[in-house]
């Protein structure tokens, strides 16, 4: 599936991963590919996915890589997945 993270400064996260995992209102879950369609709010916590999309060189920063996982941390923001395309809207 297409995974996008963006914030209001810039896009951070672009390309094809095999799971996302994000922090809900409700609890932590995870999207993997031919999820049914979701819009959610996030709260603080990580945003960690699995895969090789490209990172933008000037965040890359902002990013962990451990076991084949990458992880980011966020303050909030929404995500919504449909067609095998997740968005992260983070701040």
């Known amino acids: 599936m297409y995974l996008e993270i963006v914030t209001p400064e810039a896009s951070l996260v672009s390309g ?3 799971s996302v995992t994000v922090p809900g209102m409700d609890g932590e879950f995870q999207m993997l590919n031919n999820h049914a369609a979701i819009v959610s709010l996030l709260v603080a916590g990580e945003v960690r996915f699995k895969g090789n999309p490209t990172i933008a060189e000037a965040h890359a920063k902002n990013f962990i890589q451990k076991d084949g996982k990458w992880t980011m ?3 909030g923001g929404t995500v919504e997945c449909s067609d095998n395309k997740v968005i992260v809207l983070a701040d």
């Open 73 to 75: 941390q966020i303050k």
């Open 16 to 18: 094809e991963v095999e």
